[in-house]
């Protein structure tokens, strides 16, 4: 066996001048634009007042915008039109372009607050823009510079998900961008496209969806920027190339994520990196509790799924996200992974912090040649399911080395595998590349597994705790690879070494090259890695209708809605206090330790079964207003197990029920989020428990007699998977939604007339089969909810 030579990382700061020096610089800078045709800013910029629309700004100038000024972009080009050579446009202070009122839900924001066309040289500073769907647009505009930019309250999308239940149509489809997408459909507040040398620094983004959109940007550098507690992404990339990405927060980037409910994430990201981004440089950066903390995946183009956008065929050599590094960074607390980069090669991740990522830590399918060295895994795969779980996650991956990493508390450390994804394996981008699993090397890595792993949920609790995991569902495509000089600690009794069938079995003797060198060029001041210690944990995210809640100002979220029992979560900080003014019973409950919230819960006044009613919430940088309809109702509830599939067999469905054991209970509402859980896992079921079925295969009939007014009722039910509801009037009895089908979590709306005010009887009939399950249901009146 050769010797492990293991060269130690090089960290290189950002360039510290003195004052004459950077005199000096700035001479000679100033002597180069003017030999290239580019104009100086004067030492005294003049101003521009900005009141109206389409504005153009073709000199150096400072900016001047009446405080409280509505400027709306209703042509979509932009309100400040900026377009010269070299020119300086500086905001000044207090200075802020709006363009919808803060009222203005988010998702109704529009236009362009800055436009920036074919201007090479310009230089931005202090800019304020809110109110937008997209803050500042800028093409074409070689080495261009954003400094000190602030971007807050723009565009973002209305989350359906709940703290109960994932609603799918969140999800963010990033795989399409050659039509400015991005931005087109999700907003942003800084999107610049088909530029090189760009300098992004210090710059701000709060309260929106995506932060800074990076299409075709080459050879720039974005750093000291803080683009965080965002629904979307925090800095997104698309066929952009030798950058550096240095010493940025994007936290909190993220959607799809209720703790110990669902985690899902839904293609948010704190970095996205997608089609052919090749030779950048990640270094230093805070990309904690994104869906994915870093999301990179090499494009349809370069798999071959869909046809070159220009035309031209891609090269092999670029097919796939290639040659890039990510060093010394903070990869944790996603609801799914850590480092997603799939169908790439080459790539390098080096001494990166990657821990609590509920499904894994790198997933790296189909990628090849990629270094994994000096990382720090944790605690990776709580909320896991499927083959992914764990530290390191690669599918049909060959020729990789996992170096010198901690692997401490993993649901399983180190997994590869070789499965039969049929037509997948065949587009061209693929197949060129493909070796199956063969040549990956494990070695001189620490791997402990300890007592105190999270792993503890009922449905894991007899899982065993891997260290490697090899699977081959073919034959000889999993082989050759390398497992050795590996430490062991194993102190917990599900903890064991391999889980390799034979055949597969690593080598753990041989010959290999560990060799790796990085140096880490990091640019910037700031130091985000580890900046907010106080927000560690993937309890931490705390999703409300918009967003992630900033753990600063206030937010107001629907807890649940039990029939007769609304509860609202109010978070934040209010010193002055909360005041609440509610049209029907309301008690506000104070919070129990420090972040977490106040617990409003409306209840019926008197006892009719229907009542509207009108909610206020008033504190300071809080005004909330809900309107609603609280339904007193009862519900009779049978959970029991099946054998026979309800969709192809429903006789034989119904005649599980009726033979084996039930758990019938009396429930107030239908809001059963079970999650990964079944009936006997439910507090709901407690005290039938002995009776009540496990996940997956198990049915639910629900039955419920209310009074209602005459009107037109809606029915909205959230279920995965199957669903079938029936409300019998003295009409008769009509099928209001039918969905009975295996899918995931999925909405479902029906409506039904009732001639006169009467007793109204709603039947459910629900099954799962296996995953994540959820059965809600609410009803309430068709038309707009009445006012109190």
């Known amino acids: 066996m050769s010797a492990i030579r293991l060269i130690t990382c090089t960290r ?4 510290h001048r003195t004052k004459s020096s950077s005199r000096v610089l700035a001479v000679i800078a100033g002597a180069l634009l003017s030999q290239f045709g580019f104009a100086q800013a004067p030492a005294e910029l003049p101003v521009v007042k900005v009141t109206r629309d389409n504005t153009a700004i073709d000199h150096s100038c400072r900016v001047v915008i009446e405080p409280g000024a509505l400027i709306a972009d209703p042509d979509n080009n932009g309100v400040i039109q900026i377009k010269g050579r070299g020119i300086t446009v500086e905001f000044e202070p207090g200075s802020v372009l709006q363009g919808g009122p803060t009222t203005t839900d988010p998702d109704q924001f529009t236009g362009v607050g800055i436009t920036v066309t074919d201007s090479p040289g310009v230089t931005l500073r202090n800019l304020r823009v809110n109110g937008f769907k997209v803050g500042l647009l800028a093409q074409n505009c070689d080495s261009l510079t954003l400094d000190n930019a602030g971007f807050a309250d723009n565009y973002r999308q209305r989350l359906r998900s709940t703290p109960s239940a994932e609603d799918g149509q969140d999800w963010l489809f ?3 961008n050659d039509k400015h997408e991005w931005r087109t459909q999700h907003g942003a507040a800084v999107c610049i496209e088909r530029s090189s040398g760009v300098t992004v620094k210090n710059v701000t983004v709060r309260r929106g969806q995506n932060g800074i959109i990076l299409d075709r940007v080459n050879d720039s550098r974005i750093y000291d920027n803080d683009c965080s507690f965002l629904s979307g992404w925090g800095i997104a990339m698309w066929r952009s190339c030798g950058n550096i990405i240095s010493r940025n927060a994007v936290d909190f980037c993220v959607r799809g994520h209720s703790e110990g409910v669902y985690n899902r994430g839904q293609d948010s990201a704190g970095f996205l990196f997608f089609e052919q981004c090749h030779r950048n440089a990640f270094l230093e950066n805070s990309a904690t509790h994104g869906g994915d903390c870093f999301f990179g995946f090499a494009g349809k183009e370069a798999i071959g799924e869909r046809p070159p956008a220009d035309g031209t065929p891609v090269a092999p050599e670029n097919a796939g996200c290639n040659d890039n590094l990510l060093m010394e960074n903070d990869f944790s607390y996603a609801p799914a ?10 790539n390098r991740f080096i001494h990166n912090r990657i821990v609590g990522n509920a499904i894994c830590g790198v997933w790296g399918g189909y990628s090849n040649d990629t270094t994994i060295a000096e990382n720090n895994f944790s605690d990776n795969g709580g909320m896991a399911y499927g083959l992914e779980c764990g530290g390191v996650n690669i599918e049909h991956g060959s020729g990789n ?9 993993n649901r399983c450390a180190v997994h590869l595998w070789w499965d039969d994804d049929g037509n997948l394996l065949k587009l061209p981008g693929v197949a060129g590349m493909h070796r199956g699993v063969v040549g990956n090397i494990i070695a001189q890595n620490h791997f402990e597994i300890n007592p105190n792993h999270p792993f503890t949920s009922p449905r894991e609790r007899n899982s065993p705790l891997v260290v490697i995991r090899l699977r081959d569902t073919g034959d000889g495509h999993v082989k050759d690879n390398l497992y050795t000089v590996n430490a062991l600690q194993l102190t917990d009794p599900r903890a064991t070494e391999f889980d390799v069938k034979p055949g597969i079995e690593p080598t753990t003797t041989g010959k290999f090259d560990a060799v790796y060198q990085e140096e880490n060029h990091a640019v910037g001041e700031k130091h985000p890695v580890g900046a907010r210690p106080q927000l560690r944990g993937r309890d931490q995210i705390i999703m409300g209708p918009w967003g992630p809640w900033d753990h600063e100002s206030p937010m107001v979220r629907t807890r649940s809605r039990e029939g007769g029992k609304h509860v609202y979560e109010v978070f934040g900080n209010m010193p002055e206090g909360l005041g609440l003014t509610c049209s029907v019973t309301a008690e506000a409950v104070a919070p129990t330790a420090p972040g977490r919230p106040t617990v409003v819960t409306v209840t019926p006044k008197g006892g009719a079964d229907v009542q509207p009613y009108r909610l206020s919430l008033k504190a300071k940088d809080l005004n909330f207003t809900a309107k609603d309809v609280l339904i007193a109702a009862s519900w009779e509830v049978v959970a029991f197990p099946w054998s026979k599939d309800p969709r192809t067999d429903f006789e034989g469905y119904t005649a599980d029920r009726k033979r084996v054991p039930k758990a019938a209970v009396t429930l107030p509402s239908l809001d059963l989020n079970f999650g990964g859980r079944g009936p006997r896992d439910m507090p709901q079921f407690a005290e039938v428990r002995d009776k009540a079925p496990g996940p997956d295969h198990f049915g639910i009939v629900a039955v419920s007699t209310m009074n209602l007014p ?10 995965d998977d199957g669903i079938r509801v029936k409300a019998t009037t003295k009409a008769g009895t009509t099928t209001v939604i039918e969905n009975w089908t295996w899918h995931g979590p999925t909405r479902d709306q029906g409506i039904f007339k009732v001639e006169e005010d009467q007793p109204v009887t709603l039947a459910v009939e629900y099954f799962e089969i296996d995953g994540h399950a959820v059965l809600q249901l609410n009803i309430e009146p068709d038309s707009a909810r009445p006012n109190p």
């Open 337 to 346: 992974h850590g480092i997603e980069m799939t169908f790439s090669r080459r």
């Open 710 to 719: 005459k009107g037109v009722w809606k029915i909205t039910t959230l279920t």
């Open 12 to 15: 290189r700061g950002g360039a």
């Open 174 to 176: 990033p795989h399409e």
């Open 401 to 409: 080395r996992i170096i010198a990493n901690s692997f401490i508390n």
